[in-house]
């Protein structure tokens, strides 16, 4: 398996742009993680789906941030419309059992 | 005024030495502990992982332990080489649907 595959691996855009992360998770993974990592805040956990349902959402910073599952290979993480603060990288994680997770090389957004 | 990102701690290691990396966990009824390894652009990447019913469990080169009292857990890296440079991170699961979290890191620079 070539593994979480993310993309794009780097996306600048303009503040107030629309920006979609999109992540295929591991076949056979039944759990699926955002996270997003900053200086200054680390590691955060946005949101997890299992089978493809969203299952705890507390992390998603703002209504402006938005995240799908539409099948099991596939989700992506919305942002809209993005500000200079959203500046991070973004994993996508997924899993077996929803602790041990795998996570992909992210996106880095700057949003300029 | 002036952002401040995470303080992380540092540890400098020579080339073959063995290292200790420490971490301390906030949950008492965590009961599964994973040790994540990021290189610089890279996504984290599993190291090692144990359950609370044990102390210590050793890897290819590492091994962790857990000290429950003091909720306390620790990776040594024994013959530390160049590659092992990294920032590694422990990350405790409370158990139910409650969410995996994460440590802030240590970032581990081997000394050639």
């Known amino acids: 398996d070539a593994g979480v595959i993310q993309s794009p691996r780097h996306e600048v855009t303009e503040m107030g742009q629309e920006v979609t992360l999109r992540c295929k998770p591991i076949?056979?993974?039944?759990?699926l993680f955002w996270y997003r990592q900053t200086m200054m805040r680390g590691l955060e956990l946005l949101i997890y789906?299992?089978?493809?349902?969203?299952?705890?959402d507390s992390g998603m910073p703002e209504d402006r941030f938005s995240a799908k599952m539409p099948n099991a290979s596939f989700s992506t993480l919305k942002i809209q419309p993005s500000e200079p603060r959203d500046s991070a990288v973004y994993f996508c994680?997924?899993?077996?059992?929803?602790?041990?997770?795998?996570f992909g090389q992210g996106t880095r957004l700057t949003v300029v | 005024g002036e952002s401040v990102g995470l303080h992380l701690p540092t540890l400098s290691v020579q080339e073959g030495d063995n290292s200790i990396i420490n971490c301390a966990y906030s949950?008492?009824?965590?009961?599964?502990f994973i040790w994540y390894k990021q290189e610089s652009g890279k996504g984290p990447q599993f190291i090692i992982d144990?359950?609370?019913?044990?102390d210590k469990r050793q890897g290819q080169r590492v091994t962790v332990l857990l000290n429950k009292t003091v909720k306390h857990l620790s990776l040594q890296i024994a013959a530390t080489q160049p590659g092992d440079s990294a920032v590694y991170f422990c990350?405790?699961?409370?158990?139910?649907?409650?969410?995996?979290?994460f440590g802030t890191g240590t970032k581990l620079q081997v000394i050639p």
């Open positions: 990350a405790e699961n409370p158990g139910g649907y409650q969410k995996v979290t």
């Open positions: 144990i359950r609370s019913n044990m």
């Open positions: 949950n008492s009824a965590s009961d599964y």
């Open positions: 789906f299992n089978n493809n349902v969203p299952i705890d």
């Open positions: 994680a997924s899993s077996q059992d929803r602790v041990k997770a795998f």
């Open positions: 076949s056979g993974h039944d759990y």
